[in-house]
């Protein structure tokens, strides 16, 4: 066998090497973004990746929870309608007026609370549940929830709010976020609500549950309840 060319003294060695350089530096720069999207947004997948099952109680602690009658239109499934609609909302948060705000987090405290276990789900990750409780932190710490609350008293709470803002009675919607367990008064949550602040791992949250809806492929799949 004949020797192998050294093309490293020649002039296209050296385009080579500057092209795996490259290539090296481009590797990388991938990784350390990947690591940075990690450390940002997607903390709590590589949390749950590592370990699946230490928070598999969690929702229990926050009760359970239901929306109010005018939480779903129509006879819809509360489910479903939750997740299309926390899906679209959380896309976007900062475009979500005050009652919309409101009442998205509304449903994304009943999804935390009811979507993991629901027997009528075909199929779920095991990592649903505590994909969502981990975004319930999220949340809960942007509004100044109150982190042990039972999840129906801050939907009761959320929903007069949204509410009454839509019937324009301000002063009712101040004091529906100036009880327990908003901590930080009903004007600051108000003012909250008003422009959310981005929150990752919420819309994380809301993608998975999407997706668990839908299954891996929207377009020809089956729903999966």
Do not use: H
């Amino acid at each position: 066998m004949p020797p192998r060319r050294k093309l490293i003294d020649t002039g296209i060695g050296k385009r080579f090497m500057r092209r795996d350089e490259e290539g090296k530096t481009k590797r990388m720069a991938a990784r350390d973004s990947g690591w940075k999207c990690l450390r940002s947004g997607g903390l709590a997948l590589a949390f749950i990746t590592v370990c699946p099952a230490c928070t598999p109680f969690m929702s229990e602690r926050y009760g359970s929870a239901s929306l109010p009658p005018d939480g779903v239109i129509g006879a819809g499934d509360p489910l479903r309608s939750s997740v299309i609609l926390v899906a679209s909302a959380f896309a976007s948060p900062g475009l979500l007026s005050a009652p919309a705000a409101a009442r998205a987090i509304a449903k994304m405290e009943f999804l935390a609370s009811n979507l993991p276990q629901n027997p009528t789900l075909r199929s779920s990750p095991p990592t649903l549940g505590p994909v969502l409780d981990i975004a319930r932190q999220e949340w809960r710490s942007a509004l100044g929830v109150a982190p042990g609350a039972p999840a129906q008293s801050v939907i009761n709470g959320l929903y007069a709010a949204g509410n009454a803002l839509d019937a324009g009675q301000n002063e009712a919607a101040l004091a529906a976020l100036s009880r327990v367990p908003f901590q930080r008064g009903g004007p600051a949550t108000l003012a909250l609500l008003a422009a959310l602040p981005p929150l990752p791992r919420t819309a994380a949250a809301a993608a998975m549950a999407q997706q668990t809806l839908w299954g891996p492929g929207r377009s020809g799949g089956r729903r999966r309840f």
